[in-house]
């Protein structure tokens, strides 16, 4: 029998929630593995998929701070390397650690994972993906007026830093990273939606930007032949007239209908519109693919039928 293979995309609250110390964010990322585990359990096989907005902002303002002529400020893309590299080993650690425990004998490796965009994405032109900590109005623009940076108030939780976010065209690693699943491995990929390179003529060249991770992974599971992307966030399901008293919850969705709702406005942009946009583009490209779009502590339910929202072409039922 063909073995189950699902790419997870991690949100921001499967990584930080508030504290931004190693600590707490290796803490939380324990919380997260024991939900993944349970897919291991099952006999799906997972590659896993994060964001970075938090981290890689903060990375980014720790390179401003300390930039000198003997220790230069690194830029975007490799700050977003930097992220990978962070979040991987932390969910590498924390991954070995429940195996362990329940007696699952498994490699989990994080590949560094570099995205193509195309130079001429308009998003160059439109800063939009907000990073790093949040700000008060006023210090924001403060901060706007005295260095070269953008800010946006970000979906009614404070204002932040924003740089480009240009859509994934491929993913340079997708084979490598489908060799070392079939192989039995637990992947970590495409972290941060992956780093941000152009082609050039001999080589790839990093770019500054930040591609939104639901996208990346939604090009990765189409790469690598998933049964399933599974996005998970902070909400249980999808909504229509969200934290309003008509609100309602979607449970098993069509592609027809949820473009009814994106055209009635109901998900916000920046937070719940690129997960329903990256679960149609994932979900149209075949009558058996779906995307689940739920939460850390639903997930495994969800693959089971009893949770989350199912979005696929015709309303097409669950994974299980
Ligand atoms: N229509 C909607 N249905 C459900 N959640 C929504 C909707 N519109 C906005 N949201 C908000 O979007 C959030 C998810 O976006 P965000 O926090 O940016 O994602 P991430 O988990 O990837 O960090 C949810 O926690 C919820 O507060
Ligand atoms: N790269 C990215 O989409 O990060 P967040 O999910 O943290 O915004």
Known sequence: MKRRKVVIALGGNAIQSGDATAEAQQLALEKTARQL????????DIIISHGNGPQVGNILLQQAAADSVKNPAMPLDTCGAMSQGMIGYWMQNAMDKVLKERGIKKNVV????????????????????????????????????ETATFFK?????????????????????HSVINSLIQQGNIVIAVGGGGIPVIETENSLLGIEAVIDKDFASQKLAELVDADALIILTAVDNVYIDFNKPAQKKLADVSIEELNVYIEGGHFAAGSML??????????????????????LDQAFNAIEGKAGTVVSLHRAGVLA
């Open 153 to 173: 108030e970000d979906a009614g939780r404070g204002w932040r830093r924003v740089v480009p976010s240009p859509k994934p065209v491929s993913i340079r690693e």
């Open 274 to 295: 690129p997960k329903v946009e990256a679960a149609i583009k994932f979900a149209e490209t075949s009558p058996d693919r779906k995307t689940i779009i739920t939460s």
């Open 110 to 145: 994080t590949v560094v994972t570099r995205v193509v965009v195309d130079q001429n994405d308009p998003a160059f032109l439109n800063p939009t993906k907000p990073i790093g900590p949040f700000y008060s109005e006023e210090e924001a623009r403060q901060i706007m007026e």
């Open 37 to 44: 585990v349970d897919f291991i359990e099952k006999g799906i």
